[in-house]
């Protein structure tokens, strides 16, 4: 049980019994409760060995195995549909942070806007501390803005610093990043960073200081790095249809080895009653070990099915594979082992922290997410209030670059060089296989037309920037 001081203990039962309206009076002296982010890196749907929807049996994978992961998952509640911002890094972790979409935010004109003493909104942990100055917030692992930015510069406390993916690689050198492993007894920084994860925990809990902790993994991101007693274990194991490459099955089991240390912690600090554990990925796993070229073909034109199969597609594109991720919450009032097919999404966590902390669930000007802490604290049922329904990506700066709305069950995918949407209906098919768009041309013309405008609000040189040759694929915002 948590150890509160009994005048603390008094002070919140009295609130409770004096409270008005909807939400009980919040004493000056009442904890607010931890919360514990853990992002891992380039992580599929299907690659956890418990199922991400009960009644779909290829959800789990058929060879990884995640125990710690599991044991959050029958503690907590599983999302079905929770997505990433981006199937890739960088404007996932930006999104995150500000509760925005990466349309809103843009690519290249991000470091100017957002840069400290900016117009930008107020970050994650800037506004936990607006609404209780006594958290204190620690981002350990990957940050990757990709704009010569520091977490201390966004009310961060302790942090790694301006990191990105090779801070977390034994090795330095590129070689075959898609075939080389590489053997160590801390793979991908896992061990270090639950290490000073741990030891921050430690620090508040005795200060009896509430605390945001953000645990940003570079695993499973290439390169391949586990340890030799893992790598002997999947070597000997028999490989899955979709999964099987011992390193990293060996990568991941080393991840979630990491997890359930962090977990263990907060049992043994004796403040589970008071801390929010949240889990979910950046992105996608790449759609093949190593990833094809021509990942955005039909899943007919492959001999084999893909690592995120059902799921179609992976890391860089936006087909379910590429943003559809394991997305995980457990704490006080959440139900044991309850699923939600409630749509969440990585901008929606920064208002969700917010209500949690004790402020608003309405979001803030400018931010596009929604809390989802009634959906938590309702079994998994319930509507998640936002600036706007839907959901918006898009794909800056690669040879394919293509945008998405997802509305309810309704998807378009739109690709920019040739002008082509795609339509599914992912509650018939999220394996987006049936492409809905000739056969039902009004709705393709609604979703493009949302998305369209969407754009034209936020990011408006996106309408031109892949005009005439397509060769100049850099917009700016």
């Known amino acids: 049980m948590l150890n509160y001081h009994k005048s603390t203990l008094l002070v919140m039962a009295l609130g409770l019994l004096v409270g008005s309206g909807s939400r009980p009076a919040r004493s000056p002296l009442a904890m607010p409760p931890n919360i514990i982010f853990i992002l891992t890196d380039d992580q599929g749907w299907t690659s956890l060995s418990s199922r991400m929807q009960n009644d779909l ?27 990433a911002p981006a199937a890739i890094c960088s404007p996932t972790r930006r999104s995150i942070q500000f509760g925005q979409t990466p349309i809103r935010q843009g690519e290249e004109g991000f470091p100017d806007r957002y840069k400290p003493g900016s117009n930008a909104p107020r970050a994650l942990p800037q506004v936990l501390k607006a609404i209780d100055n006594r958290y204190q917030a620690a981002y350990l692992g990957k940050w990757d803005f990709r704009a010569e930015m520091a977490p201390e510069q966004f009310g961060y406390d302790l942090s790694d610093g301006d990191t990105r993916n090779g801070n977390g690689n034994l090795v330095q050198v590129k070689g075959d990043k898609w075939d080389d492993h590489y053997l160590t007894e801390d793979p991908k920084k896992v061990n270090s960073l639950t290490e000073r994860a741990i030891g921050f925990m430690e620090k508040q809990a005795a200060a009896q200081i509430p605390f945001y902790l953000q645990i940003s993994h570079y695993a499973t991101h290439v390169n391949m790095e586990t340890r030799q007693s893992t790598l002997d274990y999947f070597t000997k194991k028999k490989e899955g249809k979709r999964h099987g490459n011992p390193a990293w099955a060996g990568m991941l089991f080393d991840l979630d080895t990491g997890i359930g240390s962090i977990l263990d912690k907060v049992e043994k600090l004796g403040i589970a009653d008071h801390t929010y554990i949240f889990l979910m990925a950046d992105n996608g796993a790449t759609e093949f070990l190593p990833p094809v070229r021509n990942r955005l073909d039909h899943p007919s034109k492959f001999d084999q099915p893909m690592r995120n199969y059902p799921l179609r597609g992976g890391k860089w594109v936006l087909f379910e594979g590429g943003i559809r991720v394991p997305f995980i919450v457990m704490g006080p009032g959440i139900k044991a082992g309850s699923q939600s097919d409630v749509p969440v999404i990585g901008w929606d966590l920064l208002p969700t922290f917010a209500e949690l902390a004790g402020g608003t669930a309405r979001p803030e000007k400018d931010r596009d997410g929604g809390s989802f802490l009634s959906v938590l604290k309702n079994g998994g049922k319930g509507v998640v209030s936002r600036t706007t329904k839907d959901f918006y990506f898009h794909r800056y700066n690669n040879g394919y670059p293509h945008s998405a709305i997802i509305s309810g069950n309704d998807k378009l995918v739109r690709f920019w060089k040739t002008g082509k949407t795609e339509l599914y209906d992912l509650s018939k098919d999220q394996g987006e296989v049936t492409d809905l768009a000739a056969k039902n041309p009004k709705k393709a013309k609604e979703l493009d037309a949302r998305l369209l405008a969407y754009i034209k609000v936020h990011n408006p040189v996106l309408l031109t920037a892949y005009q005439g040759d397509g060769k100049k694929e850099k917009p700016e915002n």
């Open 57 to 83: 049996p290829e959800s789990a994978s058929d060879c990884y195995e995640t125990p710690n992961i599991d044991r959050m998952a029958r503690a907590g509640m599983r999302f079905t549909r929770g997505y």
